[in-house]
């Protein structure tokens, strides 16, 4: 049979399976964000990890910032001007922008009047060190100033953009500037002593690029947009010099080998890649340049489909924090680091708005729900910086890391999460993650008050209540999981065993609908009454997934996957061990309520075919019980 005969019986399939797929073909499509400080998040499943953030780990991120080490000291340093030394690593002053950041989204969702005056004091101690010329970083003002601006692995650009981008997220919580006039006069000094001609700059770790297009959409001056795409501009032309270059010779380690508009595939570092990959996505989701779009969508295929764990973790080796070769992807030595998950959540959110496509969103809530959320515990004080899939006891939480930038990192994504979950046009609304929330949106000129609730992931139904100020002709857009029909993630790396035919269910005002599917969401188009209902079921059973035969570290084994979750075996639930679990190819697993600590789970049972009870629990939960043997991959029996 011919594979034109093949590709269009499953286009067949697809079509019978999905619905009417109406205006496929349609051009780009530009969905707009959300705001987190538009939404309200009333959810059971994700409101006590924003609490936890709030009161447990932004609490540990403060302490280890001016109690246990030496970073806000650093900046006290360089006020007094006493010429004293600087003490930690040179990239230091980023952990605690990104903590005034996660702290900027917390008070929004839990106000804390002291935890506001505590960031108060860091912004000013953070301002009385900004020099005259808009120079701030404590490293090189504390050591040389001759050497600013000279070896370009030193993270100098990359501490400025999250300086910037916590500067905004502090503007728009508190409506206080001090910090963002701070942001926008180091960044004017970035334009002027760096953007020179014949003085190419390459940034060694990205954020830059990202951080300079929010202040672009904050204050509406283009030249911290041309300032952006300069810096993207610099890379794949040799110009790189400093560590990376010169002792490593891999500028692949830095996305620099090739130039941006010529990148192909994923190389090198995982969350500079994710870093530079969501500033591109930024930037021509303005310019409209079809080039950055095209770059990004190779890579992201490469990355996705031949290069992303069942979990959503990236960057497998740990040797350069990154990618290794295609299908490599250990399970027991995976780096898959939290801050490169927390990258794929940005880049996969921006893919979205500039395609209008569900699989990013389904891509970006596997990192969520997965490798994103394992990197913190679930009392919000103890974390993870690998995300491995298997451990024979030798992983534990940490209360902190000489490098730090994952506590904060995971903090501010927890606390921002009201960023992801709707998206909308003039004329539609979209609902990407299913989160009890609350929000108000324009459509059509009429504001329409949107209230979702769910006890998802968990349980599968999600209710929402759409109640226009009066009567308004809109689209609404529900994502559909490509979990919820036969897709683990887009691509064939990873495929159910079993099929279904199940499909979501949509009831309008308790009435069954009939729903159009554009780009993998339903869509209803239709005038909205105010207090309109819809409820929308999802087929939620516990899956077994298979790994493509490439991937030699799962040869013979399956992975369990309920909702957007990934399951392990801990030894704790398995006391047997879980080296010893060995099940049928087709094992049933039930579903039954369980507690990991004090954190509600569905649990999954079974047995095997030695009569062994085996018990399953969500793969962010694990290792909160003590460090134990753990795996995600389960032997296969022989047959």
């Not at 990239?91 to 005034?100: E, F, G, H, M, T």
């Not at 970083?137 to 650009?157: I, P, S, V």
């Not at 879980?578 to 049933?588: A, C, G, M, R």
Request: charged share 25%; glycine share 6%; aromatic share 10%.
């Amino acid at each position: 049979m011919s594979k034109k005969l093949v590709f269009f019986g499953f286009l067949i399939i697809c079509f019978m399976e999905c619905g009417t797929d109406v205006n496929a073909q349609d051009a780009l499509q530009k969905i707009q964000g959300i705001n987190y400080a538009e939404v309200k998040i009333t959810d059971s499943f994700w409101l006590p990890k924003i609490q936890d953030v709030a009161q447990n780990a932004i609490g540990v991120c403060v302490y280890q910032s001016e109690v246990a080490t030496p970073r806000i000291r650093n900046f006290e340093k360089v006020a007094a001007g006493k010429g004293e030394r600087h003490e930690g690593i040179y990239y230091d002053d980023s952990d605690v922008y990104k903590a005034l950041e996660a702290i900027a989204y917390s008070l929004h969702t839990v106000p804390d009047a002291k935890l506001e005056a505590k960031a108060d004091e860091w912004i000013d101690k953070i301002a009385a060190a900004q020099l005259a010329d808009g120079y701030l970083n404590t490293f090189f003002t504390l050591e040389g100033l001759e050497d600013r601006w000279q070896d370009m692995e030193k993270h100098e650009a990359y501490c400025a953009g999250h300086l910037i981008e916590a500067a905004i997220a502090y503007h728009e919580a508190t409506g206080k500037r001090k910090l963002l006039d701070v942001a926008i006069r180091l960044a004017d000094h970035l334009n002027k002593a760096l953007r020179l001609a014949n003085k190419p700059w390459v940034a060694g770790h990205q954020e830059i690029e990202l951080a300079l297009v929010k202040l672009y959409r904050t204050t509406g001056d283009e030249k911290y947009l041309d300032l952006s795409e300069w810096f993207l501009k610099q890379r794949g032309h040799g110009h790189g010099k400093g560590k990376i270059w010169d002792e490593w010779n891999d500028p692949g380690y830095c996305q620099d080998a090739l130039p941006v508009k010529q990148q192909t595939e994923i190389t090198g570092h995982a969350v500079r890649a994710m870093y530079m990959y969501t500033g591109i996505a930024d930037l021509a989701s303005i310019t409209e340049d079809e080039a950055y779009l095209h770059t990004m969508l190779q890579v992201w295929e490469d990355v996705v489909h031949r290069n992303t764990y069942v979990t959503g973790g990236i960057g497998a080796a740990g040797g350069n924090e990154g990618f290794d070769r295609d299908f490599v992807l250990p399970n027991e030595d995976a780096y898959c680091e939290t801050c490169a998950s927390v990258g794929m959540v940005f880049w996969n959110q921006r893919m979205n708005w500039l395609t209008g496509e569900a699989k990013y969103i389904d891509v970006l809530e596997r990192s969520l729900y997965n490798s994103a959320l394992d990197g913190i515990s679930l009392s919000g004080k103890q974390f993870f910086y690998p995300n491995p899939l298997a451990s024979s006891g030798q992983h534990s939480r940490k209360d902190w890391f000489g490098t730090a930038c994952c506590p904060s990192n995971i903090s501010r994504l927890i606390s921002s999460l009201g960023n992801y979950i709707y998206g909308k046009t003039d004329e539609a609304l979209w609902v990407n993650l299913f989160v009890g929330s609350e929000t108000e949106v324009e459509i059509s000129g009429i504001k329409m008050q949107v209230s979702m609730a769910t006890e998802y992931p968990r349980k599968n139904s999600i209710r929402l209540n759409l109640n226009p100020s009066e009567p308004v002709t809109a689209a609404v857009h529900i994502r559909i999981p490509g979990w919820a029909g036969n897709e683990v993630l887009p691509g064939d790396l990873y495929t159910f065993m079993d099929k279904t035919v199940e499909r979501p269910t949509l009831l309008l005002d308790g009435n069954p609908f009939e729903y159009q599917v554009k780009k993998s969401y339903a869509v209803i188009t239709k005038t909205w009454s105010p207090n309109s209902q819809l409820e929308w079921i999802l087929p939620m059973n516990p899956r077994l997934v298979q790994s493509r035969e490439e991937v030699l570290e799962n040869k013979n084994r399956l992975a369990v996957q309920y909702g957007p979750l990934i399951y392990c075996f801990e030894e704790v639930d398995n006391t047997f061990g879980v080296d010893n679990i060995s099940v049928p190819k087709n094992i049933q697993f039930e579903i039954t309520p369980g507690m990991v600590l004090d954190e509600p789970v569905v649990t999954l049972t079974s047995s095997t075919a030695q009569e062994q009870n085996i018990t399953a629990v969500p793969y962010y939960t694990w290792c909160n019980r003590g460090s134990n043997a753990m795996k995600v991959w389960i032997n296969v029996e022989e047959q």
